[in-house]
């Protein structure tokens, strides 16, 4: 039993599942995107019906494929309407490329594993996207689990390399039902390092029935709604491909420079505190890479370091291209890159550091997460929801923001089956896919739903108290504005 404590895996298991697990639920959901995720995780929930995502009973939302939203969805039907529950799934994922780094380590330099999985698990940007719920931890963690099966398929013992690829293309399948094409952005990787350095016939990566498999698993749900809604393949290729990649249509820092922006210090900062090693390993790159352009032998020798290069440096070139960039798009490169520091250090001749030096660095990130619960910000939806309480009586069936941003976190803070919309005051000609709007005000008002708290922005609220008066409605403020939002029921005038 005492030599069992004292082993490094176990301790950086230990200290993975801390900091994945431990602050989940210190805050509330947060607006936009938590939110956002949430609510139609819950609506999917909610209606039973898992094929089409919602933000509402009358929107679809079409910007990312299903599978995060089944998770979120299936770790709340177990664990509850709570924000632990619905960040689970990112943490998760985590704890997958914490093991991911620490066994593709192992197949590419021995002894180097348990480095490479304290490196995952300590970097500052790994650590806190897993506080978050996004699409990107989910995409991060099918990516890497194609490139661990790859991995295992070409540094690997075994006498069956088929199985591997076939787990490979599985992981390129549940990517693609993440996130749709950038799930497929390592794939060139594998297609390069296979032409560069061909392996065994039984063992090459493009094969008819790796190929087969992933139509198969990654097609049917494209292939449903697609059927179920005309039109729907032209938006998703045209506004959910194309313009991400060649427009800055969604003003995610599309001018030239906004890679800089944006990937510079997401890896500088990101990748703290293993950057210094980082550094040393672009340093030698030059060196490293020279003579693999002429010699097929020293690409045979390098081959692991041939490998995470092209890991590295030709999805974060897509990247820097594409003309749609945020922090989290590089999320899945952060297990190469803790690779390469378990690599880089192994090399210099250092292993895993320390271990008071870790946990106080461990230490400071669970400070982060606790700081970031504490952190006034009118982004938590679970302040929203006190306030709405405070202010009207139940039940609270429906939240409905009129010429606002909608707090989708309130349907988890809210409870289960509540509804939450976005109005616009004048009816809009809006595109037929992710509209801005759900439905005008007019409409909002003639269903006369029971149980609808409606909020509007204070400096909008003779206007909209003007509109509905000329339908024949009353509004009736509930309490004083809060946060510059005046909240109110609506009655009909007998």
């Known amino acids: 039993m005492p030599s069992v404590l004292r082993s490094p895996v176990l301790w950086v298991a230990?200290?993975?599942?801390?900091?994945?697990?431990?602050?989940?639920?210190?805050?509330?959901?947060?607006?936009?995107?938590e939110g956002r995720y949430t609510n139609v995780a819950l609506n999917m929930l909610d209606s039973g019906d898992w094929l089409s995502p919602r933000r509402s009973h009358e929107v679809g939302h079409w910007t990312k494929p299903p599978l995060t939203y089944w998770a979120i969805a299936s770790s709340v039907a177990v664990?509850?309407?709570?924000?632990?529950?619905?960040?689970?799934?990112?943490?998760?994922?985590?704890?997958?490329?914490?093991?991911?780094?620490?066994?593709?380590?192992?197949r590419l330099s021995p002894g180097s594993g348990v480095t490479a999985a304290?490196?995952?698990?300590?970097?500052?940007?790994?650590?806190?996207?897993?506080?978050f719920i996004t699409t990107d931890y989910v995409l991060a963690a099918m990516v890497n689990l194609a490139m661990w099966a790859f991995v295992e398929a070409r540094f690997g013992h075994s006498r069956?390399?088929?199985?591997?690829?076939?787990?490979?293309?599985?992981?390129?399948?549940?990517a693609f039902v993440t996130k749709g094409p950038p799930g497929l952005v390592t794939l060139p990787v594998v297609l390069l390092f296979d032409f560069l350095l061909p392996g065994q016939r039984g063992s090459r990566v493009l094969q008819w029935s790796g190929v087969l498999l992933f139509v198969l698993l990654a097609a049917p749900w494209y292939l449903a709604v697609f059927a179920n809604n005309p039109g729907l393949f032209g938006y998703f290729v045209g506004d959910e491909v194309v313009n991400r990649v060649l427009t800055n249509e969604f003003g995610r820092h599309g001018q030239w420079y906004g890679w800089l922006q944006i990937y510079v210090p997401t890896l500088l900062l990101g990748t703290l505190p293993w950057t210094p090693?980082?550094?040393?390993?672009?340093?030698?790159?030059?060196?490293?890479?020279?003579?693999?352009?002429?010699?097929?032998?020293?690409?045979?020798?390098?081959?692991?370091?041939?490998?995470?290069?092209?890991?590295?440096?030709?999805?974060?070139?897509?990247?820097?291209?594409?003309?749609?960039?945020?922090?989290?798009y590089v999320l899945p490169l952060f297990v190469p890159l803790a690779v390469t520091v378990a690599l880089q250090r192994q090399r210099e001749g250092r292993g895993l550091p320390r271990w008071p030096w870790l946990a106080a660095w461990s230490a400071l990130l669970a400070g982060l997460a606790l700081a970031a619960a504490a952190w006034p910000t009118h982004k938590n939806a679970a302040d929203w929801a006190d306030a709405i309480r405070a202010r009207a009586p139940a039940p609270i069936n429906e939240v409905v923001f009129v010429e606002d941003m909608a707090r989708y976190g309130l349907h988890l803070h809210l409870g289960r089956g509540t509804q939450i919309e976005k109005l616009s005051i004048d009816e809009l000609r809006q595109p037929r896919f992710n509209p801005a709007y759900d439905e005008p005000l007019a409409v909002e008002l003639d269903e006369r739903e029971s149980g609808v708290v409606w909020i509007c922005k204070e400096g909008d609220w003779p206007r909209v108290h003007e509109r509905i008066v000329e339908r024949g409605y009353r509004a009736v403020t509930l309490g004083t504005p809060w946060r510059g939002r005046v909240m109110f029921r609506v009655e009909a005038v007998r």
């Open 14 to 33: 230990l200290l993975s599942a801390v900091l994945a697990l431990a602050f989940l639920g210190v805050r509330g959901i947060w607006d936009p995107d």
């Open 79 to 106: 664990f509850g309407a709570n924000p632990w529950a619905a960040r689970l799934p990112a943490a998760l994922s985590y704890l997958l490329c914490v093991w991911f780094a620490g066994r593709i380590a192992t």
């Open 118 to 131: 304290a490196v995952y698990a300590s970097m500052l940007f790994a650590f806190g996207a897993s506080q």
């Open 160 to 174: 069956s390399p088929r199985g591997w690829l076939a787990l490979m293309w599985v992981g390129f399948a549940l």
């Open 277 to 328: 090693a980082l550094l040393r390993w672009a340093r030698s790159l030059p060196g490293l890479v020279r003579p693999w352009f002429t010699d097929a032998q020293r690409r045979e020798h390098d081959a692991p370091w041939l490998l995470l290069v092209l890991w590295v440096l030709l999805p974060l070139t897509v990247f820097c291209l594409a003309r749609s960039r945020l922090p989290l």
